[in-house]
């Protein structure tokens, strides 16, 4: 198990070129658990998670790592306590997932130490433990999304930090990878007790592997705690501004969020059609129970054969 730290937003603002996007935020990153932060585009989701990797800086208020200001920590030591895989990261041209992945070693490099046996397990541990390790001389270029993606989670493994911040994911992976991604993230944080934050547009799969959700809008912390406790069609409204019910996910036993929509508006559950009924074309009644399932019409007309 690694060294269990705290990461603290106290009274953050944050924001671009004069424009405040995060408002005097406070927020506490619980320890060793997985937390996932949702909002609706531009509420400052993505901001607040380079704020805490230090790519940001606060235009007020302090990001504390371990309760010391993260803007007085030198860069190397944040770098052995937090890792980032930001956005859409672009690996250098030509390079290939062994030495991509190596380059996660930077931050424990000095001005006299040279690559050691420590270097070569820790790089080996993460190709193993992401999946990757039959890839390990193809190019990053070559690679599919879904497996290019796991390439940067090894980097930022390769780093062996503590705390691991994830912005967006599953961006761009189809659902298999996206689930692929964020069990291995799982995997870790059971494993290695890695505290992580991930920003997630997904609601229903930030419900099913998040320890600690936090809903942001406009800025500000709208409500935060387990899925189970702070979930429901009330916020969803408050900070999606969406119509939705929200039902127990049978896989998963967390919260599964059902859009409305303009088209497919909320109606009471005792009208709810069957599946059956559902698939007619409109208009037409239900068909017989005995009636042919490829045409409808009734067994008369087929005489004998079956179905």
Not at 41 to 63: E, F, H, I, Q, W
Not at 296 to 302: F, S
Request: overall charge negative; some cysteine; hydrophobic content about 40%.
């Amino acid at each position: 198990m690694i060294q269990e730290r705290t990461l603290q937003a106290r009274e953050v603002s944050l924001g671009y070129e004069g424009r405040t996007v995060v408002d005097r935020l406070s927020l506490d990153i619980p320890p060793g658990r997985i937390t996932m932060i949702v909002g609706p585009n531009a509420c400052g989701k993505s901001t607040l998670l380079r704020s805490m990797a230090r790519l940001l800086a606060p235009t007020d208020g302090a990001v504390l790592l371990d309760g010391r200001d993260l803007s007085e920590t030198p860069t190397k030591d944040v770098a052995r306590v937090v890792g980032i895989l930001p956005q859409n990261p672009v690996a250098p041209d030509g390079v290939t997932v062994q030495d991509l992945v190596g380059r996660g070693r930077y931050p424990h490099q000095g001005w006299f130490r040279r690559w050691t046996p420590e270097d070569d397990e820790a790089v080996a541990r993460a190709l193993s433990d992401t999946g990757i390790l039959d890839l390990a001389d193809r190019p990053v270029h070559a690679l599919s999304g879904g497996q290019r993606q796991r390439v940067w989670i090894a980097m930022a493994l390769c780093q062996r930090t503590d705390i691991l911040l994830l912005d967006e994911p599953t961006t761009f992976l189809d659902v298999t990878h996206q689930l692929d991604v964020l069990d291995l993230v799982t995997d870790l944080n059971h494993e290695y007790g890695t505290t992580v934050v991930a920003v997630l547009h997904d609601l229903n799969l930030a419900c099913r592997y998040a320890d600690h959700l936090v809903a942001l809008r406009a800025g500000s912390v709208i409500a935060e705690g387990p899925p189970s406790q702070i979930m429901n069609a009330d916020l969803v409204r408050e900070v999606f501004g969406l119509e939705c019910t929200v039902a127990i996910d049978p896989v998963s036993a967390t919260p599964l969020i059902v859009p409305a929509g303009r088209h497919h508006g909320a109606r009471p559950a005792a009208d709810a059609p069957t599946a059956e009924a559902a698939a007619q074309p409109a208009g037409r009644d239900p068909l017989p129970p005995d009636a042919c399932r490829r045409c409808g019409a009734p067994p008369a007309d087929h005489g004998d054969r079956p179905d």
